[in-house]
Structure formats: C-alpha cells, structure tokens
C-alpha cells in the first residue's frame, strides 16, 4: 500500500509482530506508535515497567530513544538492555524481569532499512494478532489509530541492566555444557554481521571451543546483503570457509540470531526438524527430570515426516501446529504438556523454567546451538543417521511467488489444492484440537498422525502452502517427497497453476 494510501503506515502491523521500511515509520509515526503502547502498558496490561532493547539495525537506537522518551512521560519505569541485543537475550532478560511489558526494536532477517517491533506481555507473553491480553497486537493498533497517549504527573525512571554474564552461565547450565567441555570441536559460525556474535562467541569461548566466527562484529548495514542463512549469496563465504576447514559443524544465524540454519562439516544442509530431533532425546531427559511426565512437541507442518518419525523416538508425542513464533509460543503457553516445538525456518522453541518460576515459552538460540554442538560431539553417529535419513527424501525447500492481485492468489492456492487431491492427496487447514493452519498440509501417502512405529508409502508426498503473513502479496510453498522425481513433478505442478493465476517469479527469503 503506498504512503498516500496508508497515511499512518497501518500495514505495519503484521500478524507476529512490527515491520516496516524505515523511510515509511517517521519519527512522528514512531512516536505515535510508542505513545498508544504506552496506553497498551498502563491501561491495559496495568504494569509499572517496561523493558526495551534493540537488535543490529542502525536505526535501532533512535527507535528506542523515541519509545523509551514516550515510556517515561507515561509514567513508566524503563528497563534498559545496553548495546546490540539479540532476541534470545531479550527473552531471557524479560524472564529474568517477568513482571514487565517489553519491546525490542528491530526487524530479524528483512532488509537493512527495514525496522520493527516484537512485543511482550508480563510472563515473557507473546503479544500478535489477536494474541495477548485485550486482543493484543490489534489493541495496539486500534489505540494507535486513535492517536491515544497517556501522561503522568510522576516522570518514570530509566535503569540499566546488564544480563549477558547470566544469560551465558544459564544457557550453558540449560544445554549441559561445563566450561573447557568442548575443548577440541572445531566449529563454524557466520553471524551475518547481526546480533548473535558477541554472545555465542563468549559463550563458546567459555566452553572451550575451537570456534570460527565470521562477520562476528554487528554491523547495522548488512554488507553481506539482507541477513537472511536462506539467501545463497548471503551465505556464500561462511560456506566456502566451511568446505575449506575442519569443522564439525557450521551455524549460520540471522540479523537478531534468533533463526539457526546447520551444515554438516561436509557442507550439507541438514532440515531444522531432523537438528530438532537430534537435539530432543536430551531436551526431554531433561524435562522429565523437571517432572513432565508425558511430554508433547509441535513440528510445523512442513516438518519432515521421517524427522517426525524420529522426534516421536525420544518417547513424545508429535502434533502439527502452524507456522508463526507468537501462534507456536502461546500454543506451548496453553498446554503444559508440550515441551517445545520446531519451526523448518531454523526457529527451536522450548518451554523454561527460570529459578522454579515459568513456564517461559520461547526462544534461546544461545543455548540450542550449544545443545546441538555438545550432542554432535557425544553421538556423531546420530547425526551421520539423521543425514542418511534426509537423504532417502526429497525436499524443494520453501519459496514464494508475488501476486499483484489478492484474488489471483487465492485463486492459485484453490487450484493447487484442487490438483494434488485429484492426484491422490488429502487436504488438512485446522490441528486436530481445531486451530486454523492458516495453510494447507495436503499429504500422500502418509498421514496426519505420525508416530515412531508409522511407515510411509513408496511414493509419500507432502506439499504447503500458505499465504506470508510477514509480506505483502505473497504465497509459499514448499515439497518434501520420497523421492527427487515426485518432488519436481510436484513443484512443476505448482509453477504451472501459479504462472496460469499470474504469479511473479519465484522468490525465496
């Protein structure tokens, strides 16, 4: 929607979070927007604090210089992470002061001059669309539109608050990692000049790793392009360092380090869900110490079925949720029985206790790519299985198509639908406990309820496809099959519906 159009720039208002092109969110718009959170704040979710931090981008302070300003003459106390913060940390602090609202500006893997929000309620709450206390995300908006502000006769207080050591000691507690323990694991890492560096090179220097860290220092212009470990160019020179090296294994993490893609040290990608079910026979010792007795995971829906196959060996139960960090952390909120839940855009989710208060449902990327180095030094073999395992399947890793014309969309996502249940597919659009995807799972040859014992057909197939809900105009898709002739047929099915409906050419980010 173009400026004329949008005045008060409302499509910034996705359904997870914040997210806009700079030049279009003006200080007079930012302070706007940072005046009805305030509201939000003290009106609604009637806290006295709030907790702010921004991400790499070099807009991040003016953003929150702009907001804490707003916070402050409302009355608020403001709880201040110093510096370059990545998501994980801003979690982590937030459970470490639950009793505040929070914000961290930023904008995670999009375009250098982009920028955004990620909100919270007190309990380290996800705040979205139609998510969080009085409808969340779209309270704010509605109190935004109405240009709502609230002042106070007592001027809030800002604080600092350094957490980093902390956060370091936990996460090492959490993945049971002891200083000196890795001595020896030669690994790599590439940051993309975002917000990961500073932690996980402290972090994996305290355990002793021989680590190599690329485009470690933060650097808000993203030289390397858009930090996104999904984009071949971005990527380029982390993976010929990697074919060069030694390594174990390699992490290549996004602008706010809240995203983990992982290569083998031969240079094979390996599927977030098959990193998750290597990591989770050790996440769920864990919290049946902790005392979950019957434990439950969620994989998104464009999880691979063998992986599913395998997460379901660690002894859990394995449901289908839908794509989105704020839907996925409210749905381990509602049910104390899942333990955590993967994402195959490289997000890992887990439900944590912090000094015997909790549940915290969300993320810590420090503590997975901690986990996930230690048990890959313990059981290579069981990584060189998962390996083999991804290779007996075929994946045409998600991409996405723009369409000028919401109608065309929808008109390609029905046809698509249409076709593969005419080739043998059958289509699911709600979980079992009746929650929208907001997508369609269609599958062939396997079914919906996956558990260890379950076998698939000879010619399995399993196609996505949902609408973005973080940018305009678009459709993803995305094809995990039996084998690599199924899958390209069926991506070849797909390109021919979407160029029919008048799709832009293939896009992937």
């Given at each position: 929607?173009?400026?004329?159009?949008?005045?008060?720039?409302?499509?910034?208002?996705?359904?997870?979070?914040?997210?806009?092109?700079?030049?279009?969110?003006?200080?007079?718009?930012?302070?706007?927007?940072?005046?009805?959170?305030?509201?939000?704040?003290?009106?609604?979710?009637?806290?006295s604090a709030a907790l702010v931090a921004?991400?790499?981008?070099?807009?991040?302070?003016?953003?929150l210089s702009l907001g804490v300003e707003a916070f402050l003459a409302a009355g608020l106390d403001v709880v201040w992470l110093p510096g370059v913060t990545s998501?994980?940390?801003?979690?982590?602090?937030?459970?470490?002061?639950?009793?505040?609202?929070?914000?961290m500006f930023g904008a995670s893997h999009n375009p250098a001059g982009d920028t955004g929000q990620k909100v919270l309620a007190p309990g380290v709450r996800p705040v979205a669309e139609r998510i969080g206390p009085a409808g969340g995300l779209d309270r704010i908006r509605a109190l935004y539109e109405a240009g709502a502000s609230v002042r106070s006769d007592r001027r809030g207080r800002l604080y600092p608050l350094d957490t980093m050591g902390d956060y370091l000691t936990t996460s090492m507690a959490l993945a049971e990692v002891e200083p000196g323990s890795l001595a020896g694991t030669r690994i790599l890492h590439d940051y993309l000049n975002g917000a990961g560096g500073r932690e996980l090179l402290l972090a994996f220097d305290r355990a002793g790793a021989e680590l190599r860290?690329?485009?470690?220092?933060?650097?808000?212009?993203?030289?390397?392009?858009?930090?996104?470990?999904?984009?071949?160019?971005?990527?380029?020179?982390?993976?010929?360092?990697?074919?060069a090296g030694d390594y174990l294994l390699a992490c290549f993490f996004d602008g706010d380090a809240d995203r983990m893609d992982v290569y083998g040290g031969d240079g094979r990608y390996l599927a977030s869900s098959f990193v998750y079910a290597g990591m989770l026979p050790s996440i769920t010792r864990r919290h049946r110490r902790e005392g979950v007795a019957r434990p439950g995971v969620f994989a998104d829906l464009k999880s691979?079925?063998?992986?599913?196959?395998?997460?379901?060996?660690?002894?859990?139960?394995?449901?289908?949720?839908?794509?989105?960090?704020?839907?996925?952390?409210?749905?381990?909120?509602?049910?104390?029985?899942?333990?955590?839940a993967?994402?195959?855009?490289?997000?890992?989710?887990?439900?944590?206790?912090?000094?015997?208060?909790?549940?915290?449902?969300?993320?810590?990327?420090?503590?997975?790519?901690?986990?996930?180095?230690?048990?890959?030094r313990e059981e290579p073999e069981r990584f060189a299985e998962l390996f083999a395992l991804q290779d007996q399947t075929r994946r045409e890793r998600e991409w996405g198509h723009h369409f000028e014309r919401d109608e065309s969309r929808a008109a390609a996502l029905d046809a698509v639908k249409a076709r593969f249940e005419a080739l043998g597919a059958t289509a699911m659009e709600e979980t079992r406990g009746g929650l929208d995807l907001e997508a369609t799972l269609m599958r062939r040859g396997l079914p919906f309820d996956i558990d260890a014992t379950t076998r698939l057909a000879d010619d399995w197939l399993q196609v996505c496809q949902r609408i973005s809900q973080s940018e305009n105009g678009?459709?993803?898709?995305?094809?995990?099959?039996?084998?690599e002739e199924i899958a390209a047929d069926a991506k070849a099915e797909i390109l021919r519906m979407v160029a029919a409906h008048?799709?832009?050419?293939?896009y992937r980010g």
């Open positions: 929607m173009s400026p004329a159009a949008d005045p008060l720039n409302l499509s910034m208002f996705r359904a997870y979070d914040i997210r806009t092109p700079s030049e279009r969110h003006t200080p007079e718009l930012a302070e706007r927007l940072a005046r009805a959170e305030a509201v939000y704040f003290t009106e609604e979710l009637g806290v921004h991400d790499a981008r070099a807009t991040g302070p003016q953003y998501t994980s940390h801003y979690y982590f602090s937030a459970m470490r002061r639950p009793e505040c609202a929070a914000i860290g690329l485009h470690f220092a933060a650097d808000g212009r993203f030289p390397l392009g858009d930090p996104n470990p999904v984009k071949p160019d971005v990527i380029r020179e982390g993976l010929a360092e990697l074919a691979n079925p063998l992986a599913v196959i395998q997460m379901a060996k660690a002894g859990v139960s394995v449901e289908v949720i839908r794509n989105g960090h704020s839907q996925i952390k409210s749905a381990l909120f509602d049910d104390p029985r899942m333990i955590g993967v994402e195959e855009s490289a997000h890992f989710y887990e439900a944590f206790s912090l000094d015997g208060r909790g549940p915290y449902c969300t993320e810590n990327t420090l503590y997975d790519a901690l986990l996930l180095t230690r048990v890959w678009l459709a993803r898709w995305e094809v995990v099959a039996a084998t008048g799709g832009g050419e293939a």
